[in-house]
């Protein structure tokens, strides 16, 4: 799995669902911050992370 960092991941997933990007589940919120997952074209998992707020 590829793992990337980002500053919003609610808008990040929202920009790749309209680019037709295969979701995985729904946003998971914790004490580690939020995290997403979505398919890339090869089938690979992709884990999007949001850090929580300091």
Same mark, same amino acid.
């Given at each position: %799995?590829?793992?990337f960092r980002v500053a919003n991941l609610k808008r990040v997933m929202a920009e790749l669902k309209k680019e037709g990007v295969k979701m995985e589940g729904e946003i998971q919120e914790s004490e580690f911050g939020k995290f997403g997952?979505? %398919?890339?074209?090869?089938?690979n998992r992709?884990?999007?992370?949001?850090p929580p707020a300091k």
């Open positions: %799995m590829i793992n997952w979505v %398919m890339d074209c090869d089938g992709i884990e999007l992370w949001e």
